[in-house]
């Protein structure tokens, strides 16, 4: 089983920046859609910005739309997730999700990605 891993999680001040990266050493296709999740202590998972596999298609979720920015290497395998004047209902564990299926596509709902990570733990303060 193909195993994603997310790093770069961490204690922040509101406002400040985070930067987190999702790997997939394991995952042979270069063509797959990347989408970052997140769980908030006591809430279900939710979507928070999503990146096809050109790079060309990205959707970000309305909470984090102008904060948040998802770019890729593919040469690394790796997404990354810049997140910036963080508040601290950005609190929760980061999942990212790869999808191969519908890689020319953001797919919003979690059903549509078949490789998960373990999550990374984000928590802003006030």
């Known amino acids: 089983q193909v195993q994603l891993v997310e790093s770069g999680g961490g204690l922040v001040q509101a406002g400040g920046s985070l930067r987190l990266s999702c790997a997939a050493p394991?995952?042979?296709?270069?063509?797959?859609?990347v989408s970052w999740y997140r769980r908030a202590p006591g809430k279900e998972r939710e979507f928070v910005v999503g990146?096809?596999?050109?790079?060309?298609?990205?959707e970000y979720s309305d909470s984090v739309q102008g904060r948040f920015t998802i770019s890729r290497d593919n040469a690394k395998n790796t997404v990354f997730l810049q997140m910036s004047n963080l508040k601290p209902e950005d609190t929760g564990i980061y999942y990212c999700?790869?999808?191969?299926?519908?890689?020319?596509?953001?797919?919003?709902?979690?059903?549509?990605?078949?490789?998960w990570g373990r999550g990374t733990q984000v928590t802003v303060s006030s």
């Open positions: 999700a790869a999808n191969v299926l519908t890689a020319r596509y953001v797919v919003r709902s979690s059903g549509g990605y078949d490789y």
């Open positions: 990146i096809n596999w050109s790079g060309n298609t990205i």
């Open positions: 394991g995952l042979t296709s270069r063509t797959y859609a």
